[in-house]
T-cell receptor, first 110, second 115 residues
Framework: GEDVEQSLFLSVREGDSSVINCTYT??????LYWYKQEPGAGLQLLTY???NMDMKQDQRLTVLLNKKDKHLSLRIADTQTGDSAIYFC??????????WGAGTKLIIKP | KAGVTQTPRYLIKTRGQQVTLSCSPI?????VSWYQQTPGQGLQFLFE???????NKGNFPGRFSGRQFSNSRSEMNVSTLELGDSALYLC??????????????FGPGTRLLVL
């Protein structure tokens, strides 16, 4: 079946850029999403990209999509302590079901 | 505009009991989806309701059921609780059917602990 994979942890220094990576297997995915989950909270939609785009920028967030390699990344510029959270990648498959990654925990070092 | 709200936020039950969770979508949203999040299984889709009808269902046993009211509020029920049902249950709302590409907005979740 379809699968979405992410690294479980990423540690970066405050002020540096964070790059969270995600790979997926469904070549006919339609949309790809990044969600943020802070401790004790639900999921917050950060951004999404259509599968026919290769880049989307929104303030400190840059999403890059390499459709050939089925690779999605989220870059957070100037990472702050408030960015500490778990970041989930999700893809909408050809049946319009969301397939989720396990989440990447972003740890900010002072 | 108020976000998605879920009640209760925390719940402790014992095996064999049943539980009902509630979700109020963003005003104007007609679709409500339910997800179960556990450390071992990650996020798993339970079902989606639109206009009071279940439109899509994940691979969960019949102990998990739901319904949607005319004001789009939704409830999820789990009967005969098992220890493995301990999880964070997330509700998400969208304007239209999430399963045709509408973006979903999530509530804070209900954390259920089954003892």
């Amino acid at each position: 079946g379809e699968d979405v994979e992410q690294s479980l942890f990423l540690s970066v220094r405050e002020g540096d850029s964070s790059v969270i990576n995600c790979t997926y297997t469904d070549s006919s995915s339609t949309y790809l999403y990044w969600y943020k989950q802070e401790p004790g909270a639900g999921l917050q939609l950060l951004t999404y990209i259509f599968s026919n785009m290769d880049m989307k920028q929104d303030q400190r967030l840059t999403v890059l999509l390499n459709k050939k390699d089925k690779h999605l990344s989220l870059r957070i510029a100037d990472t702050q302590t408030g960015d500490s959270a778990i970041y989930f990648c999700a893809e909408m498959d050809s049946n319009y079901q969301l397939i989720w990654g396990a989440g990447t925990k972003l740890i900010i070092k002072p | 505009k108020a976000g998605v709200t879920q009640t209760p936020r925390y719940l402790i039950k014992t095996r064999g009991q049943q539980v009902t969770l509630s979700c109020s979508p963003i005003s104007g949203h007609r679709s409500v989806s339910w997800y179960q999040q556990t450390p071992g299984q990650g996020l798993q889709f339970l079902f989606e309701y639109f206009s009071e009808t279940q439109r899509n269902k994940g691979n969960f046993p019949g102990r998990f059921s739901g319904r949607q009211f005319s004001n789009s509020r939704s409830e999820m029920n789990v009967s005969t609780l098992e220890l493995g049902d301990s999880a964070l249950y997330l509700c998400a709302s969208s304007l239209g059917l999430a399963t045709v590409g509408e973006t979903q907005y999530f509530g804070p979740g209900t954390r259920l602990l089954v003892l």
